[in-house]
């Protein structure tokens, strides 16, 4: 059975860091490009980041870019992300997600989320 | 970044009856070599992750009751529930995977008349 479970989420001073897990199993983790989507309290959906199977290609959304660091480990099945600068707007439920498919389809496959509180 | 605009923000439609939700993208999401519309839909329910329901514009997932379909081409697009179920009450998201960042649209509220 596949599975993404969230860690790391937080209450955190503005300005401070946190870095988030997703472990990953049931898959061949090493297959698939990841994704952190986000989601505030009674809000939309954000896409944050995705990371390419090795880790040599990532990319950012506007709102977090040069803050936020995505990153993989793919001997311990496990993705991150390295938030830094938090700001009160980054308080959001932090998922991770990807497509099982060869394209990006869509994301079939979610975690549960994890909680960020951004807040003094 | 391609901007999605969804239609309506909320919208409330009696059990058994046809429920619509638009989707708009800011630029085409055709993609012309495969010619396919990298457009998806998810449902989400409280506390849950969303769920994929469609990709490509119109490919129902699998488990996914086949009163859900998706159709549209290029800009415009639309989720179709046919005879709208108590358990559908859910945010609708469009997202489009044509290029990154995967925009989302802001979501549609359905709810039971």
Known sequence: ?120 | DIVMTQSPDSLAVSLGERAAINCKSSQSVLYSSNNKNYLAWYQQKPGQPPKLLISWASTRESGVPDRFSGSGSGTDFTLTISSLQAEDVAVYYCQQCYTTPYTFGQGTKLEIK
């Open chain 1, 1 to 120: 059975e596949v599975q993404l479970v969230e860690s790391g989420g937080d209450l955190v001073q503005p300005g401070g860091s946190l870095r988030l897990s997703c472990a990953a199993s049931g898959f061949t983790f090493s297959r698939y490009w990841m994704h952190w989507v986000r989601q505030a309290p009674g809000k939309g959906l954000v896409w944050v980041s995705r990371i390419s199977t090795d880790g040599s290609s990532t990319s950012y959304a506007d709102s977090v870019k040069g803050r936020f660091t995505i990153s993989r480990d793919n001997a311990k099945n496990t993705l991150y992300l390295q938030m830094n600068s938090l700001r009160a707007e980054d308080s959001a439920v932090y998922y991770c997600a990807f497509y099982t498919a060869t394209l990006p389809q869509g994301f079939d496959c979610w975690g549960q989320g994890t909680l960020v509180t951004v807040s003094s």
